[in-house]
DNA sequence: AGCTGTGAAACAATTCACAGCA
DNA sequence: TGCTGTGAATTGTTTCACAGCT
């Protein structure tokens, strides 16, 4: 299936999610699924199910639904999830060594290569086998290591700069932790992590 | 301002980025911002923030633009970022621990109370001064401390079943790190905080 | 002149509803 | 009969454009 830019950024958000729900079904042993019953399982209409795959293909058979193995092979493969995705983490702090430590993005395929910051004291230090780096060494370690992806962690007073700093390496996506709202070109793909914004939106509907 | 369940539910979500973003302006010595220069440091229309900001009052004054000051003010009301909201945090493993410890909620009025867990060696312990508790006393803990915004950071195998529990008591909202999409009755608010999610849409648009 | 507040227009996403295949 | 795939209808969101206040 051709990677097409007019699939609305909506229904790529949703696929993992697919993904996800597909696996687990597998794994309680059932072959075929219809977009009711994994509606069903995601709180998503079957008609937004059907439609969000037919950006990619035609996947289903009438009558009988989607055989699960081969839809989760066919997403994996769209999302380009088939593959390893190199990644550095910025900034060793708390919530960077959390990260660093957090078991559930290796399985996922997306390997932690590379950890940087700019505390003199932590530099040499090992993290869950990842050595820290000083930033002055990111725009050569992400170029021979293929890494594509940043995962920002550095406190909110100097992620602009940081930011800024990564713009001018060959990363390509961020996924940042900071709470705020970064300004990066928009040939970069950009996802926030911001516990506190949907804290403060919960509130409204309390009381 | 009267809280207005036709507002749309992406407006309530950025309110709490334009108070993010008003309280630096004011920390850098503003008073006043028009719709075009609050729209320009987050990236959104002028437009749109005003579109926004209407839901709730008229809050500007046309050719001068708002006052910074009464502007958060009126939105942190509105949201009901007023006040102090007592929370808990369920699974104090390596996740439930970095939350307590994260320093970002604190300030923002979002006090961590009580700490639950089921694992017997860790009952007892206190981590940041917040005792863990076992998971038959959250009820009666939750009534108590009158808690109504719940921190789910336990093992995605176990966390549907944990959020059953938590329907059962007072709790009002769940924030959810747990990598499944839950099902709650819409009665209750939840927000998921899924970094995995992220980054496999992220990768559909790199390379 | 500069900017807000807001109907109306444009655009985007979701859901409907049904033809057609297994 | 049971389900997909998909145009058409509906619903939701963003942007336009301008009257009117300061």
Known sequence: MVKDSSVPEVVIL???LYIRALTQMSE?????????????RLQ???AQIRKDLSYFGRFGKQGRGYKIASLIEELTNILGLNRQWNSC??????LGKAIINY?????EGFKIVSAFDNDESKIGQTVNEIQILPMNKIRSIVKENDIKIAI??????IAQSVISDLVDTNVKAILNYAPIAPKVPKTLI????DPVLSLQS??????
């Open 14 to 16: 949703r696929l993992p």
């Open 28 to 40: 309680e042993g059932q072959a075929v699924v219809s977009s009711k019953s994994l509606g069903d």
């Open 44 to 46: 998503i209409t079957p």
């Open 89 to 94: 983490i910025v900034g060793v702090g708390r």
């Open 103 to 107: 078991p559930g993005f290796v399985p």
């Open 152 to 157: 920002l962690a550095v406190p909110a007073t």
């Open 190 to 193: 950009l996802r926030n992590i």
């Open 202 to 207: 919960m509130t409204y509907y309390l009381d």
